[in-house]
């Protein structure tokens, strides 16, 4: 059973960049696609970002264009480069497979200030 361990949250200013790690205590080489999604206070997790074994990526509209998905499937290993963070941006940021198949993890804490 893959574990998921998220990392690389914190403060940002507006305008600032944040890269986001996803540990995976298993192989993740096997999985097809894996995802970055995210929660706010008050609001449903959403999908913010895909990436297949292939590379193919796939975005949330509203982060398109500043947010880039990787991964390293040596180090079992989910990135996000999250540039021109936006105050909207703030949320725990969560990875796990998409579909979701796995336990959620902690999270990472995104906050975003002026």
């Not at 290993?77 to 198949?101: G, H, I, R, W």
């Amino acid at each position: 059973q893959v574990q998921l361990v998220e990392s690389g949250g914190g403060l940002v200013q507006a305008g600032g960049s944040l890269r986001l790690s996803c540990a995976a205590s298993g192989i993740i080489s096997s999985i097809n696609a894996m995802g970055w999604y995210r929660q706010a206070p008050g609001k449903q997790r959403e999908l913010v970002a895909t990436i297949t074994s292939s590379g193919s990526t796939n975005y949330l509209d509203s982060v398109k264009g500043r947010f880039t998905i990787s991964r390293d499937n040596a180090k079992n290993t989910v990135y996000l480069q999250m540039n021109s963070l936006k105050f909207e941006d703030a949320a725990v940021y969560y990875c796990n497979t998409d579909p979701v198949a796995r336990p959620w993890g902690q999270g990472t804490q995104v906050t975003v200030s002026s």
